[in-house]
C-alpha cells in the first residue's frame, strides 16, 4: 500500500473488500430476508473457529472505492449489511453516508472492538472474549449475538446481555462445528431462560452465502 492509498484508507474513501455479494440474511432478527452484503477485509480479535480466516489480512484484498461499492449494492437492494473481518476497523462514514443518500438501510455485525463511525441503522453485536466491545457500543447494539463454543460460553452470554439496552435482542448460536453438542445446551438454557432466543446459520442449510 502506497501512500496515498494509506490516506484514502483513513478517510474511508477506500476500503478493503474481500467480497460483496446479494443473498439472504441466514441469521439473528433479520434471518430471511433479502440483503446485500459488503465484507471487509482485516480483523484482529483472532477468534479460533473463525470461518472467515482469510478476511484477517487486509492487504489481502482490493482497496475499492467506498461511494462505487455503495451504488453497486443499493443497485440490488435497499438492506445492506457491513461485515467482515471487522469492519468497524475501518472509516465508515463515507460509505454509509452514500448508501443513506441511496435510500438504504444499513446493518453491520461487529465484535465491537472498535470505536463506532458511520450511520448504521441496526447493529448486531458479537462479541468475543479476545477482545470485548468497547463500552459505549453497548448501549447502541440492536441485537446482542453470542457465538456458543463451549459450556462457559453461557456464563460469558449472560455477562454480556447485562450490559446491552432492555431493547436489546439476545441470540445464542452455536458454532457451526459444534452445533450437534450445542444446540440441544441452547434449548435448555433458553427453556430456563426465556428472555434468549437461538440463531441458527440457515444460509449454511440452504447453501448459500
Not at 7 to 16: A, H, R, T
Not at 98 to 115: D, F, N, Q, R, V
Request: include cysteine; glycine fraction near 6%; aromatic fraction near 10%.
Amino acid at each position: 500500500m502506497n501512500k496515498e492509498e494509506d490516506i484514502l484508507l483513513k478517510e474511508g474513501k477506500m476500503l478493503p473488500v474481500m467480497e460483496h455479494f446479494y443473498t439472504l440474511q441466514g441469521e439473528g432478527a433479520h434471518t430471511g430476508k433479502a440483503s446485500y452484503f459488503i465484507r471487509l477485509g482485516g480483523c484482529d480479535v483472532g477468534c479460533h473457529w473463525c470461518d472467515v480466516k482469510e478476511s484477517w489480512d487486509p492487504n489481502l484484498h482490493p482497496l475499492m472505492n467506498a461511494e462505487e461499492i455503495a451504488e453497486t449494492a443499493a443497485k440490488h437492494c435497499k438492506t445492506i449489511v457491513l461485515t467482515g473481518g471487522e469492519p468497524l476497523m475501518w472509516n465508515l462514514d463515507i460509505l454509509t453516508s452514500k448508501l443513506k443518500e441511496l435510500g438504504c438501510t444499513i446493518h453491520i455485525e461487529t465484535s465491537g472492538a472498535y470505536p463506532m463511525s458511520g450511520q448504521i441503522d441496526w447493529i448486531t453485536l458479537s462479541p468475543k472474549k479476545t477482545g470485548l466491545p468497547k463500552e459505549e457500543i453497548y448501549e447502541k447494539a440492536s441485537e446482542l449475538k453470542v457465538i456458543i463454543f463451549n459450556q462457559h460460553d453461557f456464563t460469558f452470554a449472560q455477562e454480556q446481555a447485562a450490559k446491552v439496552s432492555e431493547n436489546c435482542k439476545l441470540y445464542m448460536q452455536s458454532e457451526w462445528s459444534k452445533r450437534d453438542e450445542m444446540y440441544p445446551k441452547i434449548t435448555d438454557f433458553i427453556l430456563a431462560h426465556p428472555e434468549w432466543q437461538a440463531s441458527v446459520q440457515t444460509h449454511k442449510y440452504l447453501n448459500i452465502p
